[in-house]
C-alpha cells in the first residue's frame, strides 16, 4: 500500500515519464544479461532528463523507498538489479545530451548514450573516446562510468574514471550537484567524478558527464601469437609493454576458450596448429609516426620468432616513405624478436583486425552457451598470473568436478576473467568463489577489476578492504545519501 502511494505520488510529479509496472516490461529490467541475478520490482521508473531523476530520487528519499539505478543492463555482478524488491530508476532515457567540444577535445554526455554513440560522434569529430568494450552497443555511459568499466583499451588510456573531467549526479537527497565545464587544471575540492566513479549507484545517480577525448587511431595492426606456456605469453606481453610505445592492448586467452569461440561462432582456426596461450595485441598510430600501409592480413606463419621476420619479409605490402615503418610492419618486426612465440596471424587491414578482436571479443558470448556461468574478474601480480592460471581449474574441480574454467583476459594489466561453467548449484558456486577469491587474496590481487562488486562479491569485499576502509565507505555513504535508499544492497556487505 505504502509503495502503491509512492508510486502514485511519482506520476503526479513527474507528469509524463513512465512509470512501468506492465510485467512483461518490467522483466527486460529485473534480470541482468547473464540470467544468473534476477530479482522483482514495482515499478520501472524512466525519466528524460535531470529534473525527472532528480524528482524521482527526492519523493523515494522521502518516502524511505530504496531505487536501482539502471542503464544498459550489460553489468555482470548483478549491480543494477532490484535483488530486494528496490523500484527501478532506468537511465536509459537519458540521450538528449551529446556534445563535442573537438577544440577542447572533450564531449559532454548523457548517462543513457551508448558507448558505440559516443564512439561515433567522437569519431565524427575526428577524435575518439578511451574507453572501449565489446557490449558498446548496449552499455551506457552512465553505467560504464557508475562501475568505473575497465574493457579493451585501458592499457592505452586507463579506465572510465581515467576519462572523466566533470560529473552531474542526483544525490540521495534529490539534489543535483552539476560540475561539467571540463577544467583539465581545476583544484576547487573533492574531484566528486573520481568518488561517483565506480560508487555503483550507491552515492548519486550519474545523470551526465564531461570525459576528455583523445586522438584517432589513424592506423592498427593487430596480431594473434601462439605459445606454448601461458609464462611465455605474459613474458611476451611485459617486453612489448615496456619496449612498443605504440601497443593499444595485450589480451592474452586459452587453447579451451580459443577452441570454443571458433565452434560456437563457427569461425575459422586463425593459426595452424593448437597453442596453450595467446595473445592478443594491437598497435595504433595516433600521431601519424607511421607510414602508410596497405597492411595486408597474413595468416597462420608457422615456426618461431624468425619465422616472424617472414611476415614482414613475404606478406606485408606496406607502401611507406622510405625511413617509416608501417604499424603492420612495426607489429611484425616486434613478433619476430619477441621469444616463444610458436605461430602469428597479423593483420593491418580493417577488416582483418576486426576478425582477429573477434577470437577473443566472442569469448563471454560463446561461454555462455553452456548456460549460465559463475563470473569472476580478478587481478594478479604479473609475477604469479602463470601459476593463478594453472592453479585455478584444479581448484574449481577439485570443488565441482563436472565443472569448466575459462580462463581470458586484459594480460596488460594482470587482469583474468575467470568463468565457470556446468556447476552443481549455487552452494557449489559459493565454495568455489571462496577458494578462487581466497587464492587471489593470498597472491596480493584484487577480487574486482573491472566489473564492480554489485551484490555478486559484496561478502567479499573484506578480504581487499580493511574494516578502517569498509568504515571510511560507510560514512561515505551515509552523508550523501542519509536515507539509505540509493542502490542499497549492492558493493558495502551487510553492516555487522
Ligand atoms: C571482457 O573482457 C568483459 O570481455 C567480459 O569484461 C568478461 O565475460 C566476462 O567474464
Ligand atoms: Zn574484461
Request: glycine share 14%; proline share 5%; hydrophobic share 45%.
Amino acid at each position: 500500500m505504502a509503495r502503491d502511494h509512492v508510486l502514485e505520488t511519482l506520476r503526479d510529479a513527474i507528469g509524463d515519464t513512465p512509470v512501468l509496472t506492465d510485467p512483461d516490461i518490467m522483466a527486460g529490467y529485473v534480470g541482468d544479461w547473464t540470467g544468473r541475478f534476477v530479482g522483482r520490482t514495482a515499478a520501472v521508473v524512466r525519466p528524460a532528463n535531470t529534473a525527472g531523476v532528480a524528482a524521482v530520487v527526492e519523493i523515494c528519499a522521502r518516502h524511505e523507498t530504496p531505487l536501482v539505478p539502471q542503464g544498459g543492463n550489460t553489468g555482470l555482478v548483478g549491480g543494477g538489479v532490484p535483488t530486494r524488491g528496490e523500484i527501478v530508476l532506468s537511465l536509459r532515457g537519458l540521450t538528449d545530451t551529446l556534445s563535442v567540444d573537438a577544440a577542447a577535445a572533450q564531449a559532454t554526455v548523457g548517462a543513457g548514450v551508448l558507448v558505440s554513440a559516443l564512439h561515433a560522434a567522437a569519431s565524427a569529430a575526428g577524435l575518439a573516446y578511451g574507453v572501449d568494450l565489446a557490449s558498446r552497443d548496449s552499455a551506457t555511459v552512465g553505467g560504464t562510468v557508475a562501475t568505473n568499466a575497465g574493457g579493451l583499451r585501458v592499457l592505452q588510456h586507463g579506465d572510465t574514471r581515467a576519462q572523466l573531467l566533470g560529473v552531474e549526479a542526483v544525490v540521495g537527497d534529490g539534489s543535483i550537484i552539476s560540475h561539467l565545464a571540463g577544467l583539465p587544471r581545476d583544484n576547487t575540492g573533492y574531484h566528486l567524478p573520481s568518488l561517483l566513479a565506480g560508487s555503483e549507484g550507491t552515492l548519486g545517480v550519474v545523470t551526465a558527464v564531461r570525459v576528455r577525448l583523445v586522438p584517432a587511431t589513424r592506423a592498427r595492426a593487430v596480431g594473434l601469437l601462439g605459445f606454448a606456456s601461458v609464462e611465455q605469453a605474459v613474458t611476451a606481453a611485459s617486453l612489448l609493454r615496456n619496449g612498443l610505445p605504440a601497443l593499444a592492448a595485450a589480451e592474452f586467452m586459452l587453447s579451451p576458450g580459443l577452441d570454443l569461440v571458433i565452434r560456437a561462432c563457427h569461425l575459422s582456426r586463425p593459426l595452424r596448429g593448437r597453442h596453450a596461450a595467446y595473445l592478443l595485441i594491437e598497435i595504433a598510430d595516433k600521431t601519424g609516426a607511421y607510414a602508410v600501409g596497405s597492411g595486408t592480413a597474413v595468416g597462420g606463419i608457422p615456426g618461431s620468432g624468425t619465422a616472424s621476420r617472414n611476415i614482414a619479409g613475404r606478406g606485408i605490402t606496406g607502401t611507406g616513405s622510405a625511413g617509416r615503418a608501417t604499424v603492420l610492419e612495426t607489429l611484425a618486426d616486434a613478433v619476430a624478436g619477441l621469444p616463444g612465440v610458436q605461430d602469428a596471424s597479423l593483420a593491418g587491414d580493417a577488416r582483418g583486425c576486426r576478425a582477429l578482436w573477434a577470437y577473443r571479443e566472442r569469448h563471454t558470448e560463446s561461454i555462455s552457451t553452456f548456460g549460465t556461468p559463475v563470473k569472476m574478474d580478478v587481478t594478479l601480480p604479473l609475477a604469479v598470473l602463470p601459476s593463478f592460471v594453472e592453479t585455478v581449474p584444479a581448484t574449481v574441480t577439485g570443488i565441482a568436478p563436472e565443472a569448466r574454467t575459462w580462463l581470458f583476459g586484459h594480460v596488460a594489466e594482470g587482469n583474468v576473467h575467470v568463468n565457470v561453467t556446468g556447476t552443481g548449484g549455487e552452494a557449489e558456486d559459493r565454495r568455489i568463489e571462496d577458494a578462487v577469491f581466497g587464492l587471489v587474496a593470498d597472491n596480493g590481487g584484487s577480487i574486482s577489476t573491472e566489473h564492480g562488486i554489485g551484490t555478486a562479491k559484496r561478502r567479499w569485499l573484506p578480504l581487499n578492504r580493511s574494516p578502517s576502509e569498509i568504515a571510511a565507505f560507510r560514512r561515505i555513504k551515509q552523508a550523501l545519501d542519509p536515507a539509505g535508499i540509493l542502490n542499497p544492497n549492492v558493493l558495502l556487505p551487510d553492516a555487522p
